[in-house]
């Protein structure tokens, strides 16, 4: 969140949570700008988020003249999960010169490469 030429001190924070509402969000990067700030921005790092997770945001500015806040927006945590399975393997149109190959495999919603070695 970027501050410019605040008149009088303001608050700033962020709300996050895997609410898209933010009902029941967690408060993190407080502190206060101004006055007369030019260009000030606001960072929070989390931790301790849950992998393959999506996380809602918004920045939020109060002062005596009132409160703003930003757009919510998103983003997915990176992650460990279910590892990929090859679930079940079989063979068909066996001739004397070709075969078929086939597989099942169960990539818990992730993009993946297969291939018969």
Known sequence: MSVSNLPVATSV???YG??????TGTTVGQSTVGPS???WASHARLSSLAPRMTYY?????TNANG???STVASFV?????PALQVTRTWHW???ATMAGLSMEID???LISSAYFQ
């Open 93 to 95: 149109n066996v001739v």
């Open 107 to 109: 990539n818990a919603n």
């Open 18 to 23: 895997t609410d898209p509402n933010l009902a």
């Open 67 to 69: 409160t703003a806040s």
């Open 37 to 39: 700030a030019s260009g």
């Open 77 to 81: 945590t990176a992650g460990a999960g």
């Open 57 to 61: 945001f918004k920045a939020i500015a």
């Open 13 to 15: 924070s962020f709300i």
